[in-house]
């Protein structure tokens, strides 16, 4: 299995720019999240699904879309970037493990708006 | 906004000490989780915490929630080089996926 993958690894945008970072999981979790990362803040969740088909904001939603067609993509679209985007981005995808969900993370997308 | 803060910041240590990272909320939390992650990693999974005054033990690492389910701390035993990265703790308080992380503790332990 590969677990969760994600593209780019990096990216640099200007200002203005849309595009969309890529995320996969191959271990048929029904849960999926974004998440940003910022120095001194932790991990702030972006956007989540429950299930295809089905999402909801998290924490920082704004200026970020998401959709869930499949059970295995979760794709995260900025549709107009700006320099306070500039982040580490997250997927993660987890599951119910009886005592909480456990989170398997992706390697992660170093984005810089410029 | 639920808040974990967590303490302290950084952590710099000599190979064989002993250290205690702490987590503290105002909120009740369902469960409690402790992440360590490397440079350019995701985070990776320690151990969940769901039950008030639970000790989980994991080789030198000691996890504690406290009786209230609001804190918990991370106690590493004769911390090793390879021991050093970032610790995470993070919150549930609905059952599901919205999970709160702290700030993060850099830990770093010199041989």
């Known amino acids: 299995n590969a677990g969760v993958t994600q593209t780019p690894k990096f990216q640099v945008l200007k200002t203005g720019q849309s595009m969309t970072l890529q995320c996969a999981q191959d271990m048929n979790h029904e849960y999926m999240s974004w998440y940003r990362q910022d120095p001194g803040m932790g991990l702030r969740l972006i956007h989540y699904s429950v299930g295809a088909g089905i999402t909801d904001q998290g924490e920082v939603p704004n200026g970020y879309n998401v959709s869930r067609s499949t059970t295995e993509d979760f794709p995260l679209r900025l549709l107009s970037a700006a320099p306070s985007q500039t982040s580490v981005y997250f997927c993660a995808s987890s599951y119910w493990a009886g005592e909480g969900n456990e989170q398997f993370f992706g390697p992660g997308t170093r984005l810089t708006v410029l | 906004t639920q808040l974990l803060e967590q303490s302290p910041q950084f952590l710099s240590i000599q190979e064989g000490e002993n250290l205690t990272v702490y987590c503290n909320s105002s909120s009740v939390f369902s469960s409690l989780q402790w992440y360590r992650q490397e440079p350019g990693e995701g985070p990776v999974l320690l151990v969940t915490v769901v039950t008030g005054g639970e000790v989980k033990k994991l080789k030198r690492l000691t996890f504690q929630f406290g009786d209230a389910r609001k804190d918990s701390s991370l106690h590493i035993t004769a911390a090793q080089p390879g021991d050093t990265g970032l610790y995470l703790c993070?919150?549930?308080?609905?059952?599901?996926?919205?999970?709160?992380f702290g700030a993060g503790t850099i830990l770093r332990v010199k041989s």
């Open positions: 993070a919150g549930d308080w609905e059952y599901g996926n919205k999970l709160v």
